[in-house]
């Protein structure tokens, strides 16, 4: 299974702590693991193109929200994680959702428009051949 995992290790009321976000790239489910064990899990696979997988849970009063997106034209994907709001150091940088959006629909529309002209000119040159 293509897992693809980053992992944090950051200071909660004195407690030093092990955050990973874990994301399998085929099956599309990401979790949040805190020390080794699993915190919460859900299925995002079609989050990360379309404006970012989003995953957060509570843990000892703080919210930690974890973030995977696969960067238009990128293979790999980007991860970031914020606790209580502040971005942690280590994330990488996030693609506006909307900018994401806008350019996942053009490729699809590109896409959609190279079928369409593929398919007329293999009719036409049916018909007149």
Do not use: N
Not at 82 to 106: F, H, M, V, W
Request: hydrophobic share 40%.
């Amino acid at each position: 299974m293509m897992q693809h995992r980053r992992s944090w290790t950051v200071t909660l009321d004195g407690v030093e702590r092990q955050i990973d976000v874990v994301y399998a790239g085929l099956s599309g489910w990401m979790s949040i693991e805190v020390d080794g064990q699993q915190r919460k899990r859900g299925w995002r696979e079609w989050q990360t193109v379309i404006g970012g997988a989003l995953l957060s849970c509570e843990l000892d009063g703080h919210r930690l929200d974890a973030r995977v997106t696969q960067p238009f034209g990128q293979q790999q994907y980007a991860f970031a994680l914020s606790i209580d709001g502040a971005t942690q150091p280590g994330s990488d940088a996030q693609p506006e959702p909307a900018k994401l959006k806008r350019q996942t629909l053009t490729a699809f529309g590109l896409l959609m428009a190279g079928i369409f002209v593929f398919t007329f000119v293999r009719v036409l040159l049916e018909r007149l051949g």
